[in-house]
Each structure stands twice: as C-alpha cells, then as structure tokens.
C-alpha cells in the first residue's frame, strides 16, 4: 500500500467517525432555537390575552352579573333547543321512516279521521249519485238506460245535467225556488264540493306518505349545514389544525408525497433531455447572421405526466393549505415556477425548485417520512 494511501486512510477514518457527526449536532444545535414552537408556546398568547378581553367585553355589554348569567342561561337554552328541536328530532325522525310502515307518517288528518273519511268519501258521493238522479228523473225524464249514463257520468265528476237545469231556473229564480229545483240544483252543487275537498284532502295525504323522506332531509338539511360551517370555523380558529387532520390528512398528504417523488423522477430520467431540439432566433439590428440557441424540450409523456404531478399539487394547496395563508402563496409559487409557463427554467432550474420545496416543506407536510410514519403507527 502507498505511503500516501497510509497516511490519508487515519484522516478518513477522524472525519467519517468525529468530524461528520460533530457537525450534524452542531447543526443541529444551531437549528434549534429557529424551529417551529410547541403547542403550549402558540397558544399561550392566546390563553393569557383572550380572558382580559373577554371580561373586560363582557363588562361592556352587560350592566351586572345576574344580567350576564341571564343572557348566558337563554343562550344555554338556546343552543339546547336548536340540537333537540333542528337536529336530533328530525334526524331521529329520518330514521323512524327508514325502518318504520307507511301507516306511522305524517297526514293532513289523523289515521282515525282518513279512515273514516274515505268511507265518508264513499257514502258522500253515493249520495250525490242519488241526488243528481233523482232531480235527473224528475225534471229531464230520463230513462234507465240514460240514468245509467248519468250515474257514470257523476262518479267522473260529470254535472252537465244538473247545470243545465240551474241554468234554466236561474232564469226566473223566484219560481224555480218555490219550486225547489233551483234549491236543490244548489245542494247538489255545494254536496259536489264537500266531496271535491275530502277527496284532495285525501290525495294530499297520499302524496305526503309518498314523499315524507324527502320532506325529513330536507328539513335537517340547514341545521346540519350549520353546525359544518360552525365546526369548521371552531376547529380553524380556536382549535387549528393538527394531528391526522392537519393540512387535508393523511392521504392527502401522502399523495403530494408521491407527485413530489414523480416529479423529481421525471426531471432526473434520461428521455427528459432527449427530445427533438427546438431553436429561438435572435436577429441583432445591423447584422446578417442569425443567432440559435439550442434548449431541450421532454417528450410528450413526460410533459403530460409533469403536468398531471403538478396539476395535483396546486389542487391540494388550493383545497388543504389554509386560505390566503403565506404558507398557501409560497407553495403555490413554487409551483407556478414548476409549470414554467415563460419556459424560461432548465431541466435543472426545475430540480432546484424541487429541492426548495423537499427543504420547505419535507417536515412540515410529513414528506420526511417522520409526520407520516408516527401518524401510521405500528
């Protein structure tokens, strides 16, 4: 072995066993103070401010304490009466339906009075059948066969006859009425209109029976809309994002994890540079010549590939970053500067980029595999 050889072997050994691992903990000693708080530290601003306020708000607001503990009690009420009477009863309800008969729905008229209405219905209108006959026999002589007609002609819903004799005596209503006829053309007309009401009544029944799910969702429908809208402003503002849930979970993250990855293959595989060469001409005033510049373009699939990574990333910082955040607006960047819409930026312009955004957001987004690993557990 060369002497050199010997004597640069105990140098490599110092540095690979002393020197490297006493600048990683230096490093890291020195990151220390500059990495992101705990918990406790965010919100003990928040914990030694918010109670001053409070009181001091309260003590605007309210004249005494018994005026306070009022306010507090209807509040209390009535935060209790939109859960039982807009969310748990009607909730609870959709699920009496679901596993429930058609004979425990809602109606117009109770069971009891529909039952005995529909036989009402029936006696009403064999009345009314009997009623437009017998003025039909008395005042047009039908016969039989016409009688028949008539009686089909009734349970249709068919009065011709009966107006055409009102029509007749309303023309000398005076004698029609010591008569009778033009009286009972009027009976038999307000008698058509009792069962006209009891039969849409019945029909209102039918249709409400039919349609009583539909009714029940949309009926909860605005109550549970509002507790969303109040959870997610409670659990953005008061409590924040953090655990599984934090920046859309898991799987969403885990999913940028690997467009990340993709990306990075994409850029670093050989076909990323061996496309056609596209050339820009650049006339200089004054001159004959022209000037060509080569730059490599991917092919196609590795263009429609990048553009898919990327396409995903935005949407997931548009749909699980925090809004109009500085966190959401640099990510975005970065993204803008990896679509490259000028086509100013290299193969290894874009590597770079992605190298930013490994450094920028690896731990805070779990792609080191930390965040992800301890939320998966064993």
Not at 329 to 348: C, I, N, W
């Amino acid at each position: 072995m060369p002497a050199t050889t010997r004597a640069v072997l105990p140098r490599l050994q110092v540095l690979l066993s002393a020197t490297l691992p006493t600048y990683g903990s230096l490093h890291d000693q020195a990151m220390d103070p500059l990495r992101r708080p705990g918990r406790f530290t965010q919100l003990w601003p928040k914990l030694v401010l918010y109670p001053p306020l409070a009181y001091f708000t309260f003590k605007l607001l309210f004249n005494s304490t018994a005026e306070f503990f009022e306010t507090m009690k209807e509040a209390k009420e009535t935060v209790i009466g939109f859960w039982n009477g807009w969310v748990v009863e009607p909730i609870v309800g959709i699920l009496n339906t679901v596993r429930g008969s058609p004979d425990d729905s809602p109606m117009v008229v109770s069971k009891e009075g529909l039952h005995s209405d529909m036989d009402a219905n029936v006696a009403e209108l064999q009345s009314l059948e009997r009623m437009v006959l017998s003025l039909a026999s008395e005042k047009l002589n039908y016969t039989a066969e016409q009688l028949e007609d008539l009686s089909i002609a009734v349970r249709q819903g068919d009065l011709t006859p009966v107006l055409r004799i009102y029509e007749q005596d309303i023309k000398s209503p005076l004698s029609s009425a010591i008569r009778g006829s033009l009286v009972r053309s009027l009976l038999i007309q307000i008698q058509k209109t009792k069962v006209d009401v009891d039969l849409a009544l019945t029909g209102i029944d039918r249709l409400l029976q039919s349609q009583q799910l539909t009714f029940a969702f949309v009926g909860v429908a605005p109550s549970l809309a509002i507790l969303y809208i109040f959870g997610g402003w409670f659990k953005s503002n008061l409590l924040g994002a953090s655990g599984k849930g934090r920046f859309g979970g898991l799987r969403r993250r885990e999913s940028t994890l690997i467009a990340m990855r993709r990306i990075e293959r994409l850029l670093n595989s050989p076909s990323a540079g061996m496309s056609s060469r596209t050339f820009t001409i650049a006339e200089t005033p004054g001159s004959d010549s022209d000037v060509e510049s080569p730059r490599m373009t991917p092919p196609p699939l590795t263009q429609g590939l990048l553009l898919l990574s990327v396409t995903h990333l935005r949407s997931y910082a548009m749909e699980c970053l925090p809004a109009r955040s500085n966190l959401q607006q640099a990510f975005l960047d970065d993204v803008e500067d990896l679509e490259d819409p000028s086509g100013k930026l290299s193969r290894e312009d874009q590597l770079r980029v992605v190298d930013r955004m490994w450094r920028n957001y690896g731990r805070l987004l779990g792609w080191d595999g930390d965040a992800i690993g301890s939320e998966t557990g064993p």
